[in-house]
Nanobody, 124 residues
């Protein structure tokens, strides 16, 4: 079992920055990938950024490239998302997700543990 707790969300203005964190506990040595997703009401949850826990390979959705940076601290079992130059369209609930099975065929799928989410609101 893995427990994930996100923090760092809030209300900011366009152009501001926020840093989200996800603390993982439990069988963290089983984690292969860690990612951030986001969801707005009435829309499907979408992949934002991900990182391979062992190879450090990262991936981002096109709309956040150059503005968001994902990193992880394996010693502290934390996943971070530095979000700069925030835009109103970044407003969403952000979720941390991890993959402990290693069977995902792409960054968008294959996660078996999810956090409860943290709200990010960007005003114009």
């Amino acid at each position: 079992q893995i427990q994930l707790v996100e923090s760092g969300g809030g209300l900011v203005q366009a152009g501001d920055s926020l840093r989200l964190s996800c603390a993982a506990s439990g069988r963290t040595l089983d984690i292969t990938r860690m990612s951030w997703f986001r969801q707005t009401p009435g829309k499907e949850r979408e992949f934002v950024a991900g990182i391979n826990r062992n190879t450090y390979t990262t991936a981002y959705r096109d709309s956040v490239k150059g503005r968001f940076t994902i990193n992880r601290d394996n010693a502290k079992n934390t996943l971070n998302l530095q979000m700069n130059s925030l835009k109103p369209e970044d407003t969403a609930v952000y979720y941390c997700a991890v993959d402990t099975l290693g069977t995902g065929t792409n960054w968008e799928h294959g996660y078996n543990y999810w956090g409860q989410g943290t709200q990010v609101t960007v005003s114009s």
